[in-house]
């Protein structure tokens, strides 16, 4: 690796047993490459020790944030951040952007402008883009961090946004957020945190009204997984216990995990789809694994190898996804 174009320091890695100490030392490191170099050197840092630092590895998406907040807060302009921007680690990048944005801009600001802001992005890349939904679901975020954490005043506020894609997009980030909290470098105390809970895996997606539900499934495996000590069988049952129009989004949801706990390897992924106990289970956790394999990795070369590693009819399945969730990017 090239020094002066990716610069590369053991000074964080190193702190890998201070948690709290690493968390703040990566913000430091990233926020001064950032300031100094820009984006694309923080990425290229986070790039090059994600296979041997554990550290990186496992808290890359909220490290990714960290310099989408950073490049945000060094050209306050939305279009300018999202230009140096990078989609590694399940775009977290511009997630920390859309929470940047709700911090400086404010409350008042941000609630009154919720169905503007992300029309740049929109423009710019295309409505429904792969960008615009990372604006619009980071909008999300966003609320989150405006609304103090409450997660039924974050999905109301998404609600200002027009139209079903828009919000539904936008409930999306709230849920991811809000899981977020209580398993990222700076998570809050599940015991103490009000809106998950630890003898309710589904909660609260067994709350929230119905028009939130299929955002809130799409995303709650990743919270029933830290319960059960990340036994995807266990969590498969609770899909499969969950309101019958729910089943087969809690089943993708688990698919996403099943891609994200491996690194979207695609014979562990495999594996733990065949975990589930028919073949709704294993073709809806495939579908949600393969997207998140076209979301890794930037492509579809990945996703159809996954695809072609299942039986014929999952297989078909599988390559249309890939095929559909492709082609917006």
Request: charged content about 20%; some cysteine.
């Given at each position: ?225 830290q319960l059960d000590s990340y036994d995807f069988s266990k969590v498969f049952e609770q899909c499969a ?9 809690c089943y993708q949801s688990l698919g996403r995990d099943a891609s994200g706990q491996s690194i979207s ?10 975990l589930g106990s028919d073949q709704a289970a294993q073709a809806n956790c495939i579908i949600g694994a ?40």
């Amino acid at each position: 690796m090239n020094s002066a174009s990716s610069p590369v320091t053991d000074k964080c890695s190193n702190l890998d047993s201070q948690r709290q100490n690493i968390y703040s030392c990566y913000k430091k490191e990233l926020s001064d490459i950032i300031k100094n170099q820009g984006a694309e050197q923080a990425t290229a840092l986070l790039k090059h020790q994600y296979s041997s630092v554990a550290y990186v590895k496992s808290n890359c998406h909220q490290l990714m944030h960290i310099a989408g907040r950073q490049t945000y807060a060094k050209y306050n302009n939305l279009a300018e951040a999202f230009a140096h921007g990078d989609q590694y680690c399940w775009s977290g990048y511009y997630h920390g952007i859309m929470e940047e944005i709700s911090k400086e801009k404010g409350y008042d600001y941000v609630i009154n402008n919720a169905n503007n802001i992300c029309q740049p992005i929109a423009k710019l890349y295309g409505q429904q883009s792969f960008n615009d939904y990372n604006c619009v679901h980071g909008l999300g975020h966003g609320f989150m961090e405006i609304e103090d954490e409450n997660l039924f005043d974050a999905l109301s506020s998404c609600d200002k946004t027009n139209g079903s894609w828009n919000q539904t997009s936008c409930y999306g980030g709230v849920f991811m957020q809000n899981i977020m909290n209580v398993q990222g470098p700076e998570a809050q105390d599940l015991a103490t945190y009000p809106y998950l809970k630890s003898n309710d895996p589904m909660y609260p997606c067994t709350a929230v009204d119905e028009k939130y539900k299929s955002a809130c499934y799409l995303m709650q495996t990743s919270f029933a997984l830290q319960l059960d000590s990340y036994d995807f069988s266990k969590v498969f049952e609770q899909c499969a216990a969950v309101d019958e129009q729910y089943v087969n989004i809690c089943y993708q949801s688990l698919g996403r995990d099943a891609s994200g706990q491996s690194i979207s390897d695609v014979d562990k992924t495999k594996a733990t789809c065949l975990l589930g106990s028919d073949q709704a289970a294993q073709a809806n956790c495939i579908i949600g694994a393969v997207k998140d394999f076209v979301s890794y990795f930037h492509s579809d070369q990945k996703g159809y190898q996954l695809c072609q590693a299942m039986s014929a009819d999952i297989a078909s399945k599988c390559s249309n996804t890939v095929k559909s969730y492709y082609s917006n990017f």
